[in-house]
């Protein structure tokens, strides 16, 4: 079998308003007009770091050639609220799963209630935990998975429908669950060649030193790279970049 019949699965846990999928999918003036406005940006912001015009030409040259070898991807979105599943990204998606992702102790399925700030119920800023709020709040239900049973779920669908492929890339932003969610990642695809991107902070915040250092050697006993992987425009250009040289290495 060609490399070309194989699939890089991307697999978006958190994916929100999809901000980061969006590089795959972007024309070029919707991305230079992104990046003109992070640069203003980062004349005031200090998480905004300014590209200058080296790095815009790599990070534009990725996302275009990502998006002409988009067949190569078969994309899976994962996010809860049900509110920001208009947004643009998600009809560019292979497969959407409205479903928090859970603990790995948490029944394999349930309802559970989504929180919201009151009068938002297409904010970013959804939780399962109320106490992250300070105000009112709405409340969203919906399907709570554990991490183990969605990739289960996932694994079995690929196999299902004959989709073959040999790389795994997990973005990840789940509120602390990150660590959780890797495991279980590589328990599931333990055959595959595995990648991380996203942010590990909300496990240091949430969990604790303890539980950030045990994932931090989790990732290097089996050889696993954190790529950073964010709505802010300066951590798009290494994961963007690597997946190109993935579709390169399945293009030759």
């Not at 079995?156 to 004959?162: K, Q, T, V």
């Not at 660590?179 to 595995?194: G, H, Q, V």
């Not at 949430?206 to 989790?218: F, H, N, S, V």
Request: contains cysteine.
């Amino acid at each position: 079998m060609s490399s070309h019949e194989h699939k890089i699965i991307y697999i978006d846990i958190g994916t929100h308003k999809g901000q980061e999928f969006a590089a795959f999918n972007m024309r070029k003036y919707e991305i230079y007009y992104k990046l003109i406005k992070h640069n203003l940006i980062s004349l005031f912001s200090k998480r905004h770091k300014y590209l200058n015009l080296y790095k815009i030409k790599k990070l534009v040259n990725s996302c275009q050639y990502i998006k002409k070898n988009r067949k190569l991807i078969f994309s899976i979105l994962v996010e809860p609220n049900f509110n920001l599943l208009n947004n643009k990204s998600y009809k560019y998606a292979d497969t959407v799963i409205q479903a928090s992702i859970s603990k790995r102790k948490d029944n394999n399925l349930m309802l559970k209630d989504l929180f919201v700030p009151f009068g938002e119920d297409d904010s970013q800023s959804s939780s399962l935990y109320k106490k992250k709020f300070e105000g009112n709040t709405n409340t969203i239900t919906t399907l709570s998975l554990n991490p183990k049973n969605l990739f289960k779920l996932i694994k079995d669908y690929l196999r299902i429908n004959s989709i073959k492929y040999s790389n795994v890339i997990l973005r990840i932003n789940n509120e602390g669950n990150e660590d959780e969610c890797i495991y279980s990642l590589c328990e599931a695809f333990n055959d595959k060649k595995i990648y991380i991107m996203g942010s590990l902070d909300d496990v240091y915040k949430i969990k604790g030193y303890k539980a950030y250092k045990t994932l931090e050697d989790y990732l290097n006993k089996n050889n696993l790279s954190l790529h950073k992987f964010s709505t802010i425009l300066n951590s798009w250009l290494e994961p963007t970049l690597k997946i190109r040289k993935i579709m390169e290495n399945m293009n030759e």
